[in-house]
């Protein structure tokens, strides 16, 4: 069984197992994946509703292609499974917009309450969780992650900015994002007391 509190460790054998439906892995998985979707997709849906249909689309995807062996670098899960949200997402808005045009629709509908307070308080939570994270992390670190995955800027601006090769700027991300995984997971275990 694996532990939260545990870094992960997204390679070959992670996806061997979750591949052949070990439950550990997939409890795992799902964990782990869940708050980040949540966090990520909040800005972009509607409804609370979306939200929960974009997640449970995106890691339903997700599983499809580990079974399918078309993750080709096992390291690159977790971008995978934000490229895949937002796949979902767009394919969600898009089909909601059609069908909003077709009932002859100018606006879109408003958004849902509950979904108001929900992404406030996993937002209010996961700032502070992610913020406390960040706060321990080198400045190179918290640069590089800030730049990548937060303001989603092109790789060449981000390695004029960085002062480091593409191929170098690979392995910073790499092990910035390794060593936020870390502290978030301890941090997370100590919030929720597992």
Known sequence: MLDLAEPAQFDAD????????????????SEYFDLLLQVKLAKGVRSWQMLQDVRQETLLRVLEAVREDRINQPEGLGAFVCATANHV??????AEDRAR???GEKEPEPIDERMQIERELVSQESKRLVENVLSHLSPKDRKVLRL???EERDKSEVCREMGVAPDYLRV???????????????????????
């Open 14 to 29: 992670y996806l061997r197992r979750l591949k052949e439906g070990d439950p550990g892995t997939q409890r795992h998985f």
């Open 89 to 94: 997402l767009w394919e969600h808005r898009r």
């Open 101 to 103: 045009r077709e009932r």
């Open 148 to 150: 990548v995955l937060l």
């Open 172 to 194: 910073v991300l790499y092990r910035a994002k390794q060593r936020f995984r870390e502290r978030f997971s301890r941090s997370r275990s100590k919030a929720t007391g597992r």
